[in-house]
């Protein structure tokens, strides 16, 4: 069965860095495209940070320059580094892979940062 399992998240103040962790299992992964999305409490999930399977790249517009989002292909992995965390970058971060007619999700991992 399709399992996405991440990893990586913690209690950390503001300014300081993580790097999270997705391990897929079930599915062909070099050609799924993957994505990191967050949601915060009161709010809407939202995409923070996208790698499609050629490798190419796109970030929410509030994280440009502070995250960087990468596959290993051989791992079945991907990550999700992030730098010059904020408050509000708390949140439950969730990786899924999508293909046109498939869409798998992690169960997520809590990130807090503190003021």
């Known amino acids: 069965q399709v399992q996405l399992v991440e990893s990586g998240g913690g209690l950390v103040p503001a300014g300081g860095s993580l790097r999270l962790s997705c391990v897929a299992s079930?599915?062909?992964?070099?050609?799924?495209?993957m994505y990191w999305y967050r949601q915060a409490p009161g709010k809407q999930r939202e995409l923070v940070a996208g790698?499609?399977?050629?490798?190419?790249?796109n970030y929410a517009d509030s994280v440009k320059g502070r995250f960087t989002i990468s596959r290993d292909n051989a791992k079945n992995t991907v990550y999700l580094q992030m730098n010059s965390l904020k408050p509000e970058d708390t949140a439950v971060y969730s990786c899924?892979?999508?293909?046109?007619?498939?869409?798998?999700w992690g169960q997520g991992t809590q990130v807090t940062v503190s003021s």
């Open positions: 899924n892979a999508h293909r046109l007619y498939s869409d798998h």
């Open positions: 079930g599915i062909i992964f070099s050609i799924n495209d």
């Open positions: 790698i499609i399977s050629g490798g190419r790249t």
